[in-house]
């Protein structure tokens, strides 16, 4: 008897799956119930707002609440001369030769502890805080003491998105991946002409399972300006499922290291259908091969877009940091896109220095659902005839994802994630520095000229030493 009710649960289990998920993943239709989910978790959440600032209120305790804005208020940016130069005074004015003076040491100090309250950078490498709590089981704030009825709330969401979700998202992870290996092989005995498409639409129905499996609620805006074949899709990197919110939309060639495991198993049943392009651990440092290969993919415009992260490792979707300059380098047309995840209800953001893969897709899964928001932005391509340079095309896209994604445009590498802070940096601060008493020199030179009466096109009275 227990037996049969096992099978028979088993077999609805697995029916409500493929009637209400997979067949609308693979014909690529909704029926709007994760709409409907996370316009419920929205009130839900509102609710469990509202009773908490009651419960805090009653027991006169003061509520958690990020500094949104920084920890140090700041004026508005400013040059390093102009800084100093406050900071100088008037006492510069009755100094004859520029020298270096002690006022000056206080604008570094000053900066250096700016930096080490308020860190712009390391503060990008961990879960963006929010200003209200989510119900989740890994909060930090003990909101759920604060009211019984929070509480109870609490439980029944640890028993929902455990009992219920995580399996059910566990199965569709594994049929999805399952589908994407054994799809890979069939694709390839079929007739060459028909293996693009159908490795297009086996790719997408593998994807559409896979976003299903993290409750994926995506909205892609500027449909009109998606990647097209001989292109490069350049996107700021806040996860690996990145991938799959992208290729959910349309199929790319994917770049990147090759991998054992089952990573491994996947990059070999997909390269087999579709144009991927891995490196070995001792090919990725190769700038000229590497270029090399993007550049023959793009040539043919037979093959999908090539899928790129520039930041080169994962940011916590707040900003968008240092692109490097190598998908640049190529001269084809730039394809950008902005991704932006609402961390209300879940964190996708790696922190790959805390977490592995497997815990992290874990605490995925155990999440309320994945909301995030992708923009098409104009494709764009590098103005040789100006003169911009790998660099300044690289920032001038960067610029256009962080102010479409609403994030914030930095300069720093990513890199700095694991490793300490380039030479480059300090000695640029070095350089501005030296232009402040290099400035100064020169126009007390120019002031003295004018006080003798020396004509200022005469290069012969000029001292030769000068600008030394």
């Given amino acids: 008897m227990f037996l049969l009710c096992l099978g028979i649960s088993i077999t609805v289990w697995f029916t409500l799956l493929f009637v209400f998920i997979i067949m609308p993943a ?15 978790l929205l009130k839900i959440f509102e609710w469990a707002t509202l009773r908490m600032e009651l419960g805090a209120k009653e027991k006169n305790q003061e509520l958690y609440k990020p500094y949104t804005n920084g920890i140090i208020a700041k004026e508005p940016p400013s040059s390093l001369q102009q800084e100093i130069q406050e900071l100088r005074g ?33 503060k990008r490498f961990s879960a963006q805080e929010l200003k209200s709590w989510n119900l989740l089981t890994r909060s930090n704030y003990n909101f759920r003491h604060i009211s019984l009825r929070l509480t109870v709330l609490w439980g029944l969401g640890i028993l929902i998105r455990y009992g219920v979700l995580l399996p059910l998202r566990v199965t569709l992870a594994v049929t999805g991946i399952c589908l994407l290996l054994r799809g890979g092989v069939t694709v390839v005995l079929y007739v060459f002409r028909l293996r693009s498409y159908l ?3 086996v790719h997408l129905m593998c994807y ?3 976003v299903r499996a993290l409750t994926a609620i995506i909205t892609y805006h500027n449909r009109e300006n998606k990647p097209k074949n001989g292109g490069i899709c350049v996107a700021n990197h806040t996860t690996p499922i990145d991938v799959i919110i992208l290729a959910n939309d349309g199929c790319y060639s994917l770049v990147g290291q090759v991998h054992g495991g089952l990573m491994g198993m996947v990059q070999r049943a997909m390269v087999k259908s579709s144009s991927h392009i891995w490196f070995e651990r001792s090919e990725v440092k190769d700038r000229h091969l590497v270029a090399k290969r993007l550049g023959d993919h793009v040539a043919d415009k037979t093959k999908q ?8 490792t994962c940011i916590n979707n707040t900003s968008v940091m240092m692109f490097k300059k190598g998908s640049f380098e190529i001269g084809c047309t730039v394809y950008p896109v902005a991704i932006k995840y609402d961390p209300r209800f879940g964190d996708a953001f790696w922190n790959s220095s805390k977490f592995g893969m497997v815990s992290y897709l874990l605490r995925m899964m155990s999440s309320w659902a ?4 992708v923009w098409y932005l104009p494709p764009m391509n590098r103005e040789v005839k100006e003169g911009e340079d790998a660099v300044q095309f690289a920032n001038r896209v960067k610029a256009a994802i962080a102010a479409q994604g609403g994030l914030v445009d930095l300069i720093w590498d990513g890199g700095l994630k694991r490793a300490k802070v380039k030479d480059v940096f300090k000695e640029e601060q070095q350089k501005l520095y030296s232009k402040v008493l290099v400035g100064d020199s020169e126009d007390q030179m120019e002031d003295k000229r004018s006080e003798d009466g020396t004509p200022e096109g005469d290069e012969s009275s000029k001292d030769p030493a000068e600008g030394q």
């Fill in 26 to 40: 693979v014909l690529g239709v909704s029926f709007g119930i994760r709409s409907f989910y996370m316009r419920t």
């Fill in 90 to 122: 008037s006492a510069n004015s009755l100094r004859s030769e520029p020298e270096f003076e002690m006022a000056d040491i206080f604008y570094f100090c000053r900066r250096g502890v700016e930096s080490i309250v308020d860190d712009e950078v390391t």
């Fill in 199 to 201: 490795s297009e639409k």
């Fill in 208 to 210: 559409r399972i896979c």
């Fill in 305 to 312: 877009p090539i899928l790129v992260f520039p930041e080169g």
């Fill in 370 to 373: 994945i909301v995030c928001s």
